[in-house]
């Protein structure tokens, strides 16, 4: 039988989006369990996976240059040339810290309560204009391969480990790739939202009878 959505609240409510796309991925109670279990074995290698994560956006300028702005939620200096900035720099610790403390809450949330749902679509957010700091606003493609990144970090972490048998690593794959697309959504509604905020209507007037190569308009 065909399961109704009711299409203004998830746009609308976190919550009822939230279970959308649970239902829609089957991410279940199990699949919470399973990050549980993660994020036991990956406490103390999430320092060392931070670290990688932010390596792989400072090889690249045209990421690299984001970490030049001053962030949402850091008071501290900014080391505005690039040749000095390195994982050290103080914008940079107080990024991996905030990354930590991310990799630590997904993994280690036992109930996905309305408070936890906030938590992931501010994560988002912030890395937008929506939150109210024009300070940062990254491009979603930077977001979106990121993530991409993240789960490779974690699924090797994971393959790799030769204590855990086959049938905990499909699990904790399958409950991986199900958070990353749920966590995807999370921050790409809010890029949405900012695209619909910022649109701006054509004004130009019509011009008619004009030839464009070949075609007519």
């Known amino acids: 039988m065909t399961q109704h959505v009711n299409s203004k609240l998830v746009e609308t409510n976190l919550?009822?989006?939230?279970?959308?796309?649970?239902?829609?991925?089957?991410?279940?109670?199990?699949d919470i369990a399973?990050?549980?279990v993660l994020g036991k074995?990956?406490?103390?290698?999430?320092?060392?996976i931070v670290d990688k994560i932010f390596q792989r956006l400072l090889d690249f300028d045209i990421t690299k240059r984001y970490f030049l702005m001053r962030h949402f939620g850091y008071a501290g200096p900014v080391t505005v040339n690039e040749s000095e900035l390195t994982l050290e720099s103080e914008q940079?610790?107080?990024?991996?810290?905030?990354?930590?403390?991310?990799?630590?809450?997904?993994?280690?949330?036992k109930v996905w309560n309305d408070?936890?749902?906030?938590?992931?679509?501010?994560?988002?957010k912030i890395h937008t204009s929506m939150a109210g700091s024009h300070s940062i606003d990254v491009d979603f493609i930077h977001i979106n391969i990121l993530f991409g990144y993240i789960e490779h970090i974690l699924l090797d972490i994971v393959l790799s480990n030769e204590q855990i048998d086959d049938k905990t690593k499909k699990s904790a794959i399958l409950a991986l790739n199900k958070f990353f697309w749920i966590q995807n959504d999370f921050f790409s509604m809010h890029y949405i939202k900012q695209t619909n905020?910022?649109?701006?209507?054509?004004?130009?007037?019509?011009?008619?009878?004009?030839?464009?190569g070949c075609l007519q308009i």
Do not use: W
């Open 92 to 109: 940079m610790c107080f990024r991996r810290t905030s990354l930590a403390k991310y990799l630590k809450r997904i993994l280690r949330q």
């Open 41 to 48: 074995m990956a406490s103390g290698l999430v320092p060392i």
């Open 197 to 212: 905020t910022n649109e701006v209507k054509c004004c130009l007037p019509r011009m008619t009878n004009t030839r464009i």
């Open 34 to 36: 399973i990050l549980n």
């Open 115 to 124: 408070a936890f749902l906030e938590y992931l679509s501010y994560v988002g």
């Open 15 to 30: 919550r009822h989006r939230f279970e959308y796309l649970a239902k829609f991925v089957n991410f279940t109670t199990d």
